[in-house]
DNA sequence: TGAAATTGATTATCATGCTAATTATATTGA
DNA sequence: TCAATATAATTAGCATGATAATCAATTTCA
């Protein structure tokens, strides 16, 4: 996250970068990119957030449900996907076990893996989720009001 | 952060977001920029890191540095100008307090208040983190070679 | 003017990211 | 073949984000 609120003027960043050679026009984009991320994060969190849920339980759901040909991946498939470290992959699947939206099976091939698929609960959870998700990030674009700033 | 590796395909996300009416086009650009960003705050993070520091204790010194005028900003001012929660704040200056980088005085106007300013060490640190923060940017948007994936 | 509300800052506690170390199973190769 | 190495997953413990509750000082206004 960029947690910087109003983002340097440009003549702000030539004060800082040119003087290391830097391109403020670069990094102006750069930092106008992380902020409108950040921004949009923050809002896709809260949503989460507001369902009992959170962006990587849904991601956890998304990778398991869009694998094409398979109703099931390896816990270590499903960290391969995503951009977290193994331990935390662990701690969701737990999580996401517990509230019973996936279940787990041993794999015969290796007593080591486990194949984790969606039970018909998480299914429904994750498609109710779905809506809310595109709609965020579909206004967040292209903004019926105004957008950003929300304090 | 966005931590889906692989992004949806346009086919994918029409299967997904059709049905309820978003724009393919709209929610690919925004996945593509949130990835983007997570990645480059990835990196950032992983300077500091290095460093022994961290992204939000050097934002907090740029907005101490960069405000006109002025050598000193209350500890509220500066959770004004960053979107972090005031018990985040508090901590990140005590840590700042505590490795000599900032300096705490009162103020006469109001006892509750803290003014906050840099040191000199705070200046030095600022100045050595500065250019190699822009570096990582700059480089980021054009890569010289292959960026992204790093695992 | 003094009780009520507000504000600046902190503490307590939780969630979620990380790395390092551990356990159990599989694989490799001298 | 069996010791060494690699791999799948977990546990332990830390860092840093959050909210709720608290404390002290200030401001408001009946």
Chains 1, 2 share one sequence.
Do not use: H
């Not at 391969?80 to 076990?97: E, K």
């Not at 429904?124 to 595109?134: I, K, Q, S």
């Amino acid at each position: 996250m960029f947690f910087l609120k109003e983002l340097p003027t440009r003549q702000m960043i030539d004060g800082y970068a040119g003087q290391y050679g830097a391109n403020a026009e670069t990094i102006a984009t750069a930092l106008d990119m992380m902020r409108r991320a950040s921004l949009l994060v923050r809002r896709i969190d809260a949503y989460f957030a507001a369902q009992g849920f959170s962006q990587l339980r849904f991601l956890v759901l998304i990778v398991i449900d869009r694998e094409p040909k398979r109703t099931s991946l390896r816990a270590s498939e499903i960290a391969d996907r995503l951009d977290v470290s193994r331990p935390v992959i662990t701690r969701t699947l737990q999580n996401l076990l517990k509230d019973g939206l996936i279940a787990e099976r041993g794999t015969d091939a290796d007593k080591r893996a486990k194949r984790i698929s969606l039970t018909p609960s998480g299914s429904d959870r994750l498609g109710a989720l779905l809506p809310g998700y595109f709609r965020i990030i579909d206004s967040f674009i292209k903004p019926p009001q105004a957008p950003e700033n929300q304090n």
